[in-house]
T-cell receptor, first 111, second 115 residues
Framework: RKEVEQDPGPFNVPEGATVAFNCTYS??????FFWYRQDCRKEPKLLMS???SGNEDGRFTAQLNRASQYISLLIRDSKLSDSATYLC????????????FGKGTMLLVSP | EPEVTQTPSHQVTQMGQEVILRCVPI?????FYWYRQILGQKVEFLVS????????KSEIFDDQFSVERPDGSNFTLKIRSTKLEDSAMYFC?????????????FGPGTRLTVL
């Protein structure tokens, strides 16, 4: 069974804090990895893809460790608008593009 | 920016009734997907569709479900005889290519409530 596991949360942090989310996946044949953001009762929206070399987009840094089947997301200088659920997402094997989602970790940033 | 649209935003139906959920994918996209999210749970893959046929489906997508692209723009999900446990948010998504790294763009979802 292909699973993606995430910290259950919620994470309550003050504005300006740095917060890290962790994720593990079970399907070693997975090829592509993503972090999506989901606001309450809204659709998932792509935050960033995750590459083996690690990648950064402004305040967001994603890391992938294929050997450990582990993905992380670091958010620096948290803003109130970062409050959302962060979904770790992995694609299927053999290049199929169906996505397997983690349950998500909720982040609440307070003033 | 082009976006995936879905109608209706909320559908309420009686158990045993048929429902059709509609999606308009991004116009130059070729691969289409349906996902569902039961309240408080994770997003789950239902089915993928390319070149007018199903390319992959999950164990959730049983004989009660069907998909269709009736014309050049719409992509529909039909549930033949709804059950209480079909109550969920249903998201349509589309991609331009079928590769695993292609970004899937999600529509705003249809909230289905089965009474």
């Amino acid at each position: 069974r292909k699973e993606v596991e995430q910290d259950p949360g919620p994470f309550n942090v003050p504005e300006g804090a740095t917060v890290a989310f962790n994720c593990t996946y079970s399907n070693s044949a997975s090829q592509s990895f993503f972090w999506y953001r989901q606001d309450c009762r809204k659709e998932p929206k792509l935050l960033m893809s995750v590459y083996s070399s690690g990648n950064e987009d402004g305040r967001f840094t994603a890391q992938l460790n294929r050997a450990s089947q582990y993905i992380s997301l670091l958010i620096r200088d948290s803003k109130l608008s970062d409050s959302a659920t962060y979904l770790c997402v992995v694609n299927g094997d053999s290049g199929y593009s169906t996505l397997t989602f983690g349950k998500g970790t909720m982040l609440l940033v307070s003033p | 920016e082009p976006e995936v649209t879905q109608t209706p935003s909320h559908q309420v139906t009686q158990m045993g009734q048929e429902v059709i959920l509609r999606c308009v994918p991004i116009s130059n996209h070729l691969y289409f997907y349906w996902y569902r999210q039961i309240l408080g749970q994770k997003v789950e893959f239902l089915v993928s569709f390319y070149n007018n046929e199903i390319s992959e489906k999950s164990e959730i997508f049983d004989d009660q479900f069907s998909v269709e692209r009736p014309d050049g723009s719409n992509f529909t999900l039909k549930i033949r005889s709804t059950k209480l446990e079909d109550s969920a948010m249903y998201f349509c998504a589309s991609t331009q290519g079928g590769g695993g790294a292609d970004t899937q763009y999600f529509g705003p979802g249809t909230r289905l409530t089965v009474l």
